[in-house]
């Protein structure tokens, strides 16, 4: 009876701890990978100000490597309202949304631990020198119209992890102490009224069961009786 009443009271403090415990992380999970996808959004919104200088050959992948990004990459529109490429890996097309892409929208979202956004950007209108050419009457030649996706992976939370770990295991410790003193004040009184019962069937009349101080009033009132 005690090492099931220990069992079943460190069970349900386990089973608690890991309900609460695995909720905490993936609400800050949730928290890590929404901060990362407003965060990549951003970003994508100010290279894409500047699509004519950022799209061009080389430029994007020091973009890349200074913004500490996966990936970056500039994914050419055909005619037939087509992407002409892939994006970084492992995206798809159809992680992109196209039709939303098309008609302007930026699209973000993850996948695992990996942060993207994408917008569609028309490079010689979107520059500053393409305005300010405009604004002194100039004209420019409208370029292929492009998709710019990039990507980042965001950190789970691993210290969350760490710190539910040592608080888990310091807490099925302290349960387990608590319920094995709580088991044998539980138990003894009862035991030991086994014992005296057994005596007394064999003929000793003498036997009586010892009142333990500060007892449960429902095995004091058993062992008076």
């Keep these: 009876m005690r090492r099931r009443l220990i069992v079943a009271i460190v069970a349900v403090v386990a089973g608690a701890l890991l309900v609460a415990g695995g909720g905490t992380l993936a609400?800050?999970?949730?928290?890590?990978?929404?901060?990362?996808?407003?965060?990549?959004a951003?970003?994508?919104?100010?290279?894409?100000?500047?699509?004519?200088?950022?799209?061009?050959?080389?430029?994007?992948?020091?973009?890349?490597?200074?913004?500490?990004l996966s990936g970056a990459k500039a994914i050419r529109i055909g005619p037939d309202r087509t992407l002409e490429?892939?994006?970084?890996?492992?995206?798809?097309?159809?992680?992109?949304?196209r039709p939303q892409l098309l008609s302007g929208q930026l699209v973000s979202g993850t996948r695992g631990d990996l942060a993207y956004a994408a917008v569609r950007v028309i490079p010689n209108a979107t520059s500053a020198a393409s305005r300010a050419?405009?604004?002194?009457?100039?004209?420019?030649?409208?370029?292929?119209?492009?998709?710019?996706?990039?990507?980042?992976?965001?950190?789970?939370?691993i210290h969350g992890l760490y710190y539910l770990l040592i608080a888990v295991g310091g807490t099925l410790l302290a349960?387990?102490?608590?319920?094995?003193?709580?088991a044998r004040r539980v138990t003894r009184p009862l035991q030991e009224a086994v014992n005296a019962t057994r005596r007394i069937a064999a003929g000793d009349l003498a036997a009586?069961?010892?009142?333990?101080p500060g007892s449960y009033p429902e095995l004091a009132s058993l062992t008076s009786s």
């Design 27 to 40: 609400l800050e999970r949730q928290a890590a990978a929404q901060a990362a996808q407003d965060e990549i």
């Design 208 to 212: 009586a069961v010892p009142e333990a």
């Design 85 to 97: 490429g892939q994006p970084p890996r492992p995206l798809t097309t159809a992680d992109l949304h």
């Design 133 to 157: 050419s405009r604004l002194h009457g100039a004209t420019a030649g409208v370029e292929q119209p492009l998709v710019l996706v990039i990507t980042r992976r965001f950190s789970g939370p």
């Design 175 to 182: 349960a387990v102490l608590v319920a094995a003193w709580l």
């Design 42 to 68: 951003t970003q994508v919104r100010t290279i894409a100000n500047e699509a004519s200088f950022a799209t061009r050959r080389g430029v994007l992948a020091r973009i890349r490597r200074a913004a500490r």
